[in-house]
């Protein structure tokens, strides 16, 4: 081969790799550029659907039952104070450096630099994953909760309400991104309104014709089985506060972002404080030292409202499922400024989304089954 066709390929490459670095900042510049169109209400109802679902504070009375009503009621107020201020504080950054920050790996790579893009990118979707695991499973629950109502012999077990509600998830998730599930989370939003209405009304019911001399609320077990159930019930606690895509919401959100922001998210913690407090103290007053982890359990009767309860919660976590899908949309669209590779384009298409969900949602399904 000749010099001048040597010369010439270089030539070639490096034109390529220049294009490709054209196009990576166009896209860049392009996201920066488009407004976001949702309200603060849109807002709200995002982060209400994406915090506060059934499989994180039907818990909470157990949780409160682990640590007594001192710590228990502390421990609640401090983490929903401590996580509304530590959003608010993430709200403020949306415009740090100069520059919109749409996703929490933009935020990270900006404070921290290239690697803090790519930590924060395996832990969101570690965090996503994990979450969409548990609620998958919570959900499972429900519905064969309801069959189980109906038919009370039926042969369907957990395994196939999983996989019913799995196919559901992937045929909701072709929706293209946050803001298309506006009508969705605000469908979903008042659906934790009513499973956490109806769920508490059932436990006063229940709480009021039991034998209350018969509730005990010391804790119980060894002092070893007292701090284990102690460290179990602050993790609960923790966890029912996750919201792992605060800077992606935002991005849907219409100037003033920051002022929307922090409007929506005061009302999410609205939402949260009339759902998370009042059914963990009910759930604990009821049922004391007794109380299931997960409070559906520990209710009886009238069974039509436990229904209307376990439906309530399948419809709360189709949209949380769906919130957390949207991290991997996201993350793909923001691949394609190829940060490892310059050299080369990933493939942005709808085909491209299909293959990435029909990969994605089995997984899930897989591991849930076999949890």
Known sequence: MSLNSIGNIDEEERREDVAVAVAAVERQ????????????????????????????????????????????????????????????LIAS???????????????????????????IAFFQQVASLGNNIAIQIAAGSSLKAVYKHYHKDGTLTLQHFILFFGAFELFLSQLPDI??????????????????GTTIGVTLYNGENMDRKSV????????SLKRFKAFNA??????????????????????????????????????????????????????GSEVQPYILASLTVPEWTIVMANLFAVIQISGCYQANVCLLREQHAAEQDCRLFPSQKLPDSAGVHLHLHCSYHPHCCSDALFW
């Open 234 to 287: 602050l993790g609960a606690i923790a966890f029912s506060f996750g919201d792992a895509m605060l800077p992606e919401i935002q991005n849907t959100v219409k100037e003033p972002a920051k002022k929307n922001l922090y409007k929506g998210v005061s009302a999410a913690y609205t939402v949260i404080i009339l759902t998370y407090w009042q059914l963990a103290f009910c759930g604990y007053w009821a049922f």
């Open 216 to 223: 005990s609320y010391s804790v119980q077990g060894s002092s």
């Open 179 to 196: 803001h298309s599930l506006r009508w969705v989370n605000a469908l979903c939003t008042f659906s934790t309104i009513g499973f956490a």
């Open 29 to 88: 510049d392009s996201r920066e550029v488009d407004e976001g169109k949702g309200t603060w209400k849109h807002a709200a109802f995002h982060v209400a659907t994406t915090i506060a679902t059934p499989a994180a504070y039907a818990p909470l009375p157990f949780a409160l039952a682990s640590l007594g009503w001192p710590l228990g009621v502390s421990s609640l107020v401090g983490a929903t104070l401590a996580t509304w201020y530590s959003s608010l």
């Open 93 to 119: 950054l949306w415009r740090w450096n100069g520059k919109k920050q749409i996703t929490y790996r933009h935020l990270a790579e900006s404070i921290f630099g290239f690697w803090g893009y790519w930590s």
